[in-house]
């Protein structure tokens, strides 16, 4: 039998694992309720915080940490978490939130009242969290130093200004709109254009503010998916410099709603940004050329690009460079707007009409800006699509982009799956059907740049070819012996075959399924007849700025002092008429033309002193046998194949 001892010790036994049980319990399950009561918490604020941001006139955005010190604008507290608008950018923190959104306005977009009333308008001021390095516009003194909320920021021209000031000099002030106020749409200037509408008065020339003459607004048109994923930041920048109505998110608005905006400005005056890669910018001219159908000529505007893609080679040519990665401050890419100057961009009409006897399909239409090719590098494209679109998130880089390429091209060097091309495909330039020798691909150009920054027509830069240009209604016709060779003329170790340039090409495409792109939206293409005709031109912005890779290297450093010598007499003025008229006496008139091309460039730099000299001394062989080139010079300078000349 048990004795009372053994019983009390089966029961403190039992007791201590009751116990440990218990406390085991406490601390597993304790973690996990604090955790699904901040996550319940966390859930319900961030619901609040939506329903606020969803009914509220700010356009505000939640952060979890702000990149500099910040100052609640309400409370003036220090807050390292909040939500700030990307209109007028005020920030505030959580707690604060109801009450910023019932005491301050943010941007109008248009003036209330009648129209009649308004032809200027007041500052809007903001308290605290001035830019860096602002100084005050009356005082000139820097804004800001101080670690509490301090000074003022006007939203509308970004002035900024003491506390002190403030109450001495600018409180009935009127906001002249800064530095972009030949950018900006002023409220009151819409709604001028508002009541003009109502009246059924569809002439706004009187209803330009500020009365000027050089007022040039613009529109920008954002990809927030192109490249870098980049367009978010921009679109808050530019709504913070601008007004917001002139801002709009690609993804959200068609180009072709965000252009009507162009109907409500003067003719002729309105200028587009478009921050995307090439495709971005192919899909906003396509809109522009759906208001021509429409009978909407005097409201074309002039496109810029700010350039987010990945090959860019539209934007290298227009001098706008080879990618933007914040490197540039937004108010110097408004600047560089302002002073680009219009050009004209040829655009073509790709036809592919497909064979077959019982083939009822209508023919595929594409419009070309910068180049269609076929064989290995429409390949590259084509795997890299197909990759992309079975996983997206991973190609959010540029460089990412252009390893994926760089794979891809390494793999056709070793499996080589377009090659003996010649013996597929026929091609005709301008109605003359061209010998093609062995060759993997075949690439028309419309511009001059190629294949993310290199100007492929021209290659290593030896050979004194005409120049490619966007504008002359000519494509550039080349080909290429594969992936390896495109490399090769990348890094400027070797020519392209260069096939002709022409009006009109005619590629003939006899059998199996080949690979095909145009601007860089690839497809494999069974036997067909691919027809490139001339479709319209587009209204562009060049910014003569812009330096590429090529010129930034041979005007990067001084060039050394050389005595003068009888090449560089050429390419003087007074000697350039005396010897045009001269050569005008040969039958070589396409080596006239050329020469002249060349002369403009060396004139203007873009040229190496080698291929200026080779010019000069074609030249000087012309002279030197009145007018009759001798073989040796023939070979060397002239741009015609033998058998032309």
């Known amino acids: 039998m048990e004795g009372p001892g053994s019983r009390s010790v089966a029961a403190s036994s039992g007791l201590a694992d009751c116990s ?47 990149g500099q010190p910040t100052y609640c604008c309400v409370c003036a507290q220090h807050i390292l978490q909040g939500a700030f608008c990307s209109c007028c950018g005020l920030r505030v923190g959580e707690d604060c939130l109801k009450a910023a959104d019932r005491r301050f306005l943010c941007k109008e977009i248009m003036m209330r009242g009648s129209a009649g ?43 900024t200004v003491h506390d002190e000031c403030m109450m001495d000099h600018l409180k009935t002030q009127e906001c002249t709109f800064g530095e972009f106020r030949d950018l900006i749409i002023p409220p009151y200037y819409l709604s001028t254009i508002n009541q003009l509408r109502k009246d059924k008065r569809t002439s706004y020339e009187k209803a330009v503010p500020y009365s000027r003459k050089h007022w040039m607004p613009v529109i920008v048109l954002a990809n927030t998916r192109s490249g870098n994923n980049m367009g978010e930041t921009l679109l808050r920048e530019f709504k913070i410099l601008l007004n917001p109505v002139q801002v709009f998110d690609l993804s959200k608005s068609a180009p072709a709603k965000a252009l009507q905006l162009c109907l409500l400005l003067p003719c002729n005056a309105v200028r587009v940004l478009v921050c995307g890669g090439d495709g971005t910018v192919g899909w906003v001219l396509d809109a522009i050329d759906e208001m021509k159908i429409k009978g909407q000529e005097r409201y074309i505007p002039q496109v810029a690009i700010l350039p987010l893609g990945t090959g860019n080679d539209l934007s290298n040519t227009l001098g706008w460079g080879a990618g933007y990665a914040g490197e540039v401050p937004v108010e110097q890419i408004l600047r560089n707007v302002m002073e680009a100057d219009g050009i004209k961009l040829d655009r073509w009409k790709v036809q592919v009409t497909n064979k077959g006897y019982y083939n009822l399909r209508k023919p595929k239409v594409f419009t070309m800006n910068n180049y269609f090719s076929i064989g290995p590098d429409a390949l590259m494209a084509l795997n890299f699509h197909a990759h992309r679109q079975k996983t997206p998130s991973l190609f959010s880089s540029r460089i990412i982009n252009k390893a994926v390429y760089f794979f891809y091209g390494t793999k056709d060097c070793l499996v080589q799956e377009c090659k003996d091309l010649n013996r597929k495909v026929e091609l005709e330039l301008d109605g003359e059907r061209i010998e093609l020798p062995s060759l993997e691909g075949i690439i028309v150009l419309n511009i001059g740049y190629w294949g ?11 050979e004194p070819y005409p120049l490619a240009r966007h504008d002359d209604g000519l494509l550039e016709v080349v080909g290429v012996h594969g992936s390896f060779h495109c490399a090769q003329i990348q890094v400027k170790l070797a020519n392209p075959v260069r096939l002709g340039q022409a009006h009109t090409v005619r590629l003939i495409l006899k059998s199996s399924k080949t690979p095909m792109q145009v601007d860089g939206e690839p497809w494999a293409q069974g036997p067909c007849t691919v027809t490139i005709t001339h479709k319209t031109r587009a209204l562009m912005l060049y910014h003569s700025g812009e330096q590429t890779d090529d010129d930034a290297s041979s005007t990067s450093e001084p060039e050394p002092a050389r005595e003068q010598t009888d090449e560089d ?23 006239l033309a050329h020469l002249q091309a060349m002369w403009e460039h060396a004139a203007n730099r873009k040229v190496t002193d080698g291929r200026r000299v080779a010019v000069a001394e074609g030249a000087a062989g012309l002279r030197a046998n009145n007018g009759e080139r001798s073989p040796g010079c023939a070979q060397r300078h002239c741009p015609l194949p033998a058998a032309k000349r």
């Open 20 to 66: 440990l049980v218990f406390w085991t319990l406490c601390s597993v399950l304790l973690p996990v309720l604090i955790t699904l009561w901040c996550s319940f918490q966390r859930s319900r604020r961030q619901l609040l915080i939506r329903d606020i941001f969803r009914k509220s006139k700010h356009d505000w955005h939640y952060t979890d940490l702000f």
């Open 117 to 159: 009333a308004h032809s200027s308008m007041p500052h809007h001021w903001i308290r605290g969290n001035v830019p860096l390095c602002s100084c005050c516009m009356v005082c000139k003194q820097q804004c800001g130093t101080q670690p509490k909320l301090c000074d003022y920021r006007c939203v509308w021209c970004q002035y």
């Open 452 to 462: 993310g920054g290199c100007r492929l027509w021209e290659g290593m830069g030896d």
């Open 569 to 591: 007499e050429y390419f003087k003025p007074a000697r350039r008429k005396a010897l045009t008229a001269e050569i005008q006496q040969t039958d070589c008139f396409p080596f």
